[in-house]
Each structure stands twice: as structure tokens, then as C-alpha cells.
């Protein structure tokens, strides 16, 4: 049984808040506890009812959702921040999952983006509107970023390393425990995810971002 998802909203925009609610509560699992509207009432609301997740615009005052993602994650880090933006350019995303965002959806995504992204959180994954998610990859490639992989799950960054490293993928299987139709599964999501088509361009991407060393 799934256990009910805690949501707050902070957006400066009633009408806004009142289109995710309307979303939401189409969603099996979730519940809102509270809408802020603006930072200051966004942390202040997060203290008060412990949101497993809080949905936060960026273009916020006095506070942006980006200073308050911040705030929120460095008092309460077990609380998972989506940030919802009408900007869809690789530096803004950068900045929110810099500030500790967990997702990042534009606010002209298919309605259907809000609930992989809670799906996607309830995993302890990472989830970026498709919109961003090329951008974001291919800028990590192209500066040699070795914080790229942070658009990783540590399940799919340990599953890369060791595909970087030459396992099979019935040895990875093994290794980790698991099915090889899952590590199969993973090697899709990771290619899908990172723009990659085939397995020397994962080998290309774990060394440039670091997972694995030259010599190994």
C-alpha cells in the first residue's frame, strides 16, 4: 500500500495553485496540506506541516522559490522540492537542482509530467521535464561537469559505473542482486535519459563525469 504523499503549493498566482490542486487531487496518494504564496510563507508553511513535498514557482517575492528551495533543504532535508517554472533554459534548472530541487517541470508540460515527477520522487529519483532534460545533459557533456551525474539515481550511477567498467549485464545482475531484465531496464532508462544510443557512449559519459578513472 502506497503510503498518502504530503503536498504543499507555493505559487504567488491563486489561480495557479488552484489548477494544481485541481490536478492532484485527480491523483491517487497524495494530499494537500497547505498553499503558500509567496517564500517566507512557503518555509514558514513546510516547518509547520512537514510536507513530504513541496511544488514551488520560481518567480516568487520578497523570496524566490530558488533562495527558498535553498532555505528549505538546508533546515529540513528530508523534504523533496519540485520547482515549476515558465523557464525551460539549462541555467535555471542548474540553479534549482543546485539549491537541492528534486524535479523541475515547466509550467507548459502535459499535465501528466506532475505525476511521473511524483512518482519519480517517491523512487528517490531525480525528474526533469523532457523540455530541459537534453539541455541539461548536453551542457554537463559539453563543460565536463563532473557534477552531471546528479541527474542520476545512485542506483543508476552505480549501475553506469560498472557497465563503464566492462560488466556484462549478467554479472551487474548479480553483483547487485537483482533480475537481469532490471539492469536491462536501467540501461534503457539510462541511455533514454541521457541522449546516449549506445553502450561506448555511456563508457564516454561515466569517464567524463567521473564514475570511472581512464586507468581502471
Known amino acids: 500500500m502506497k503510503t498518502t504523499l504530503k503536498i504543499l503549493l507555493a505559487d504567488d498566482h491563486a489561480v495557479v495553485r488552484a489548477g494544481l490542486r485541481a490536478l492532484l ?4 496518494g497524495v494530499s494537500i496540506v497547505g498553499e503558500a504564496e509567496d517564500g517566507p510563507s512557503a518555509i514558514a508553511l513546510t516547518r509547520a506541516h512537514s510536507p513530504d ?3 514551488m ?26 520547482i515549476l517554472s515558465m523557464h525551460n533554459t539549462k541555467e535555471y534548472v542548474l540553479q534549482a537542482l543546485r539549491a537541492g530541487a528534486s524535479a523541475y517541470l515547466v ?10 515527477a511524483l512518482a519519480a520522487l517517491r523512487r528517490g529519483d531525480t525528474y526533469l ?7 541539461v545533459i548536453e551542457h554537463c557533456l559539453a563543460t565536463g561537469d563532473r557534477e552531471a551525474d546528479n541527474t542520476l539515481t545512485p542506483r543508476q550511477r552505480e549501475v553506469l559505473a560498472l557497465i563503464a567498467r566492462g560488466h556484462s549485464t549478467k554479472e551487474i545482475a548479480h553483483r547487485l542482486s537483482v533480475s537481469v531484465k532490471t539492469i536491462e531496464t536501467h540501461r534503457l532508462q539510462l541511455m533514454e535519459r541521457l541522449g546516449i544510443k549506445d553502450i561506448a557512449g555511456l563508457v564516454r559519459y561515466a569517464i567524463r563525469v567521473g564514475l570511472v578513472d581512464v586507468a581502471e
Not at 68 to 77: D, F, N, S, V, W
Not at 129 to 135: C, N, Y
Open 129 to 135: 521535464s523532457g523540455a530541459v532534460s537534453k539541455q
Open 53 to 55: 513535498v513541496v511544488i
Open 25 to 28: 487531487e485527480d491523483i491517487e
Open 57 to 82: 514557482d520560481i518567480a516568487m517575492q520578497p523570496l524566490n522559490g530558488l533562495e527558498a528551495t535553498a532555505r528549505i533543504k538546508a533546515e529540513l532535508p528530508g523534504v523533496k522540492v519540485i
Open 107 to 116: 509550467k507548459d508540460s502535459a499535465p501528466v509530467e506532475l505525476e511521473l
